[in-house]
């Protein structure tokens, strides 16, 4: 039997780290069983659901590499795999539920099952709904709904009865029905539930394996009986443990990003974020952290997931990125990162910068833990109007013996004729001794003067990049503002 997996990303936000990380157990799980991977959107909440979210999900999931085999934008025998164009098709189940009689309309308005929730309460039984209308003949109810009264299609669960199965993650599981009660599956305006349209849509699409948050767990016996219902094969389930933050509490905004595109924005490679996701919940085994996608699909299997929280933590996260980054080829490093550099000084860097910024770049490369890093660290390089770091200024430039440091690198590195870092260091030694001052008193203001911080790649590696014309000009800019 071919495997069939999905994740259905709600697009009613940006895409959380746990969706994603959903999306790629699943799509492992289906590449390691040389099975399908579907996509598909669930968006019967109108109110919430905007097409930029839809594009921000399946953006997120096309840059951590999970291509799918089918749904939406790549097509397949369902149309869109988006649930807003199968209203007909859930209705259509739903009336046949209903013609079976495993299903009822129920009349009760807000107000009076508000009134028998509190009752329930007080008295100390379940608060779920009691079922009243279940009793109500067919032919009465359907003459009601035919007037015109309002009411919502409620799946008539057996009772007394029990759902059980085994969850790949958490094992045998088994729902009492005095705990569940007769859910909603149709509002009263005619739209589908979630737990319609997400068990027809698993149905249609021959889900053989839902693996999804543990938060859904108790949805799970729902899904299950409106399968039956169907007359149709239940999918195994396996249910993903929840993401945590540092501080061991429930991961959330508190814990800062948890959407996908901020860390991507972030200058997080997709690799090192494919990596981090796959260890939240699982491991690769004999203390191995760093692996590419061939070995985690070659290892990866759903009964390995564990059942305890996994925790997301943003430091270590970066400590994987910077792993990443110096595996990256010094191209590659400079082509991912010039999208960084051009965001930060906001226009495109012309051929020839990109050349200088590729020079560079493999210093700035054993740095930093992310792309955002990097600008920060070049763009003396790109423009001419130098923000001076105001600490820098203060600290190294206001130092007494700064004046007299930059008027004679000036004038070592006038005599200068060929401008590459040897000489340049050559120039600037030669000069320390003549002044009989130390390397950090002595070379500090020039980084500062000519990059604006104190923080640049290597001194004399940022001196050739930036060539001779303009560091003299920007040593004689400053020492004149120094009035030396
Ligand atoms: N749209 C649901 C969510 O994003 C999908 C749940 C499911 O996998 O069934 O939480």
Not at 47 to 62: C, I, K, N, T, V
Not at 151 to 178: C, N, Q, Y
Not at 436 to 465: C, K, N
């Amino acid at each position: 039997m071919t495997t069939r997996l999905r994740i259905a990303p709600s697009p009613t936000g940006l895409l959380h780290i746990g969706n994603a990380r959903s999306a790629l157990f699943n799509w492992l799980y289906a590449r390691h069983t040389g099975g399908v991977f579907i996509v598909r959107i669930d968006d019967t909440d109108t109110a919430r659901s905007r097409p930029e979210y839809e594009q921000d999900a399946l953006d997120g999931f096309r840059w951590l590499g999970l291509d799918w085999d089918e749904g939406v934008g790549v097509g397949g025998p369902h149309g869109t795999y988006r649930q807003s164009d199968r209203l007909d098709r859930y209705r259509q189940v739903a009336e046949s539920l209903l013609a079976d009689r495993k299903a009822y309309w129920c009349f009760c308005t807000p107000e009076e099952l508000e009134e028998r929730r509190n009752q329930a309460r007080q008295e100390g039984r379940p608060s779920g709904y009691d079922g009243r209308c279940r009793t109500i003949p067919s032919e009465s109810a359907a003459e009601r709904k035919a007037a015109g009264e309002p009411a919502v299609l409620r799946l008539a669960v057996p009772r007394p009865g029990e759902t059980t199965f085994t969850d790949v993650v958490r094992g045998e599981m088994r729902f009492d029905h005095a705990n569940v009660d007769d859910f909603v599956i149709l509002r009263s305006d005619g739209s589908p539930t979630y737990h319609l349209a997400s068990t027809v849509d698993d149905v249609d699409y021959e889900i053989t394996h839902v693996a999804r948050g543990e938060d859904l767990l108790s949805s799970t016996p729902k899904h299950i009986l409106i399968t039956r219902a169907m007359g149709a094969p239940v999918p195994t389930y396996a249910h993903l443990p929840l993401l945590f933050g540092p501080d061991g509490r429930k991961l959330s905004k508190r814990h800062g990003d948890v959407s996908v595109r901020a860390y991507r924005d972030a200058g997080i490679l997709p690799e090192a974020m494919f990596n981090y996701l796959a260890l939240l919940g699982w491991s690769y085994g004999e203390d191995v952290t760093v692996f590419t996608r061939e070995e985690a699909i070659a290892r990866f299997d759903l009964s390995d997931v564990s059942k305890n929280p996994a925790v997301f933590d943003p430091a270590k996260l970066e400590w994987m990125n910077g792993v990443y980054i110096r595996d990256l080829s010094a191209d590659d490093f400079a082509d991912r990162s010039v999208p960084f550099v051009e965001r930060a000084i906001g226009r495109t860097l012309t051929d020839d910068e990109k050349r200088v910024f590729a020079d560079v770049a493999p210093l700035i490369q054993e740095r930093v833990k992310n792309l955002v890093e990097v600008a920060p660290m070049v763009t003396f390089l790109f423009t001419d109007e130098i923000e001076y770091d105001e600490k820098s200024w203060r600290k190294v430039l206001g130092h007494e013996t700064a004046p007299g440091v930059l008027a004679a690198a000036i004038e070592r590195l006038e005599q200068v004729d060929s401008w590459d870092h040897d000489t340049i260091e050559a120039a600037l030694r030669g000069m320390l001794d003549d002044l009989e001052i130390g390397a950090r008193r002595g070379l500090q203001p020039i980084r500062v003067a000519v990059t604006g911080s104190s923080v640049s790649p290597p001194l004399f590696e940022s001196l050739e990049a930036l060539g001779k014309e303009r560091t003299l000009r920007r040593l004689r800019d400053v020492a004149g503002r120094l009035g030396s």
